[in-house]
């Protein structure tokens, strides 16, 4: 059987990057990475080095295609930026296709069956509640934090994990 991979890419960061290798009949190995980090800054060396391991690729990566996020300074959006466009040409180097997707495309579908929960004063959407709740619908026995020590699931790991579940839906 050709072994077929979706990687899910949470680009900042806090984020993450997950590999879901499909291994036929539902089996799927999950191998999850925090986003490498060197002095506060993208650690694109070491990232390069997770995107090499997949040569002769057979699958494909998903990450966020960026667009206003409310609350964030300039320099946070333009830090973003530069991580998606350095993400995009590495990609574009190995030959590893990939598709950026809005948030709330694969939030739509990786959501579904989720009750809407809503932040502190009850108007806005809490999207990273409702990822957790689908993580750990989909994924009951994955830990969903990146540390022994942590309490708290990780909100990159969440989204890099539902990421390459939307990629296994929708391009295998």
Not at 57 to 74: D, P
Not at 80 to 100: C, D, F, W
Request: with cysteine; glycine share 8%; proline share 3%.
């Amino acid at each position: 059987m050709n072994r077929k991979w979706h990687i899910g890419i949470d680009i900042g960061l806090k984020g993450a990057i997950c590999i879901m290798e499909n291994q036929g009949d539902n089996d799927i190995k999950l191998d999850v990475h925090p986003m490498p980090i060197l002095k506060g800054k993208m650690d694109y060396h070491k990232l390069h080095n997770i995107i090499e391991k997949y040569e002769g690729f057979n699958g494909h990566v998903v990450f966020e295609k960026l667009g206003v996020i409310y609350g964030t300074s300039k320099t946070t959006a333009f830090s973003m930026g530069y991580q998606a466009g350095a993400l995009e040409a590495m990609l574009i180097a190995r030959s590893v296709p990939y598709t950026m997707v809005p948030p709330k495309k694969w939030q739509e579908e990786m959501f579904q069956g989720v009750t809407e929960l809503k932040k502190a004063g009850g108007k806005r959407r809490d999207t990273k509640a409702m990822a957790e709740v689908a993580a750990k619908r989909l994924f009951p026995h994955m830990d969903l934090t990146m540390t022994e020590r942590a309490k708290k699931a990780h909100d990159g790991l969440v989204d890099a994990l539902l990421m390459a579940e939307y990629s296994r839906r929708k391009f295998n």
